[in-house]
């Protein structure tokens, strides 16, 4: 088995159902030729460096996995059907790599996404506390500048 990563441009003007469906589609895909998906990064979406289909604008994704030639073909395969991707390109990571190894690495980066979207989420509380401890102090003062004006 290999390790691959798979970068693909989809149309920007695609409904958030439609790129949902097709990024289902990719995971199916990698599913069916008993792959290892590890990883699927969007990358949103960015000016291209040159025009394709008449589009200045790409959604781009990252997708990492490990398979074998076989899942290759059938992934670009449906790329080169989809009309939903523009481009893609596939490159080889690293040879000879077990699945015990790739199912280990999966779950490290998806204990590190946990992580990230906790500390994430912790930065969001804090923000919401900071924000409230500043209304109420704020709402303290202008009391007590309402009460100085009225003695």
Not at 67 to 75: F, H, P, Q, V
Not at 129 to 143: C, N
């Amino acid at each position: 088995m290999r390790k691959y990563e798979t970068v693909f441009i989809s149309d920007p003007d695609l409904q958030d159902q439609a790129r949902a469906d097709l990024f289902d589609k990719v995971k199916n895909i990698i599913a069916q030729k008993n792959g290892v998906f590890l990883n699927f990064d969007e990358w949103g979406n960015k000016k291209l460096a040159y025009e394709i289909n008449k589009k200045l604008r790409g959604h781009y994704t990252c997708v990492t996995y490990g398979g074998t030639g076989d899942l290759i073909k059938e992934l670009e395969r449906n790329f080169r059907l989809s009309d939903d991707v523009m481009k893609f390109m596939t490159l080889l990571l690293s040879d000879d790599v077990t699945a015990e190894q790739l199912e280990k690495e999966a779950l490290e980066i998806e204990n590190q996404s946990k992580q990230i979207e906790e500390t994430e989420k912790k930065a969001v509380e804090e923000k919401v506390v900071e924000e409230e401890t500043s209304k109420e102090v704020e709402e303290v003062e202008e009391v007590e500048k309402t009460e100085k004006k009225t003695e």
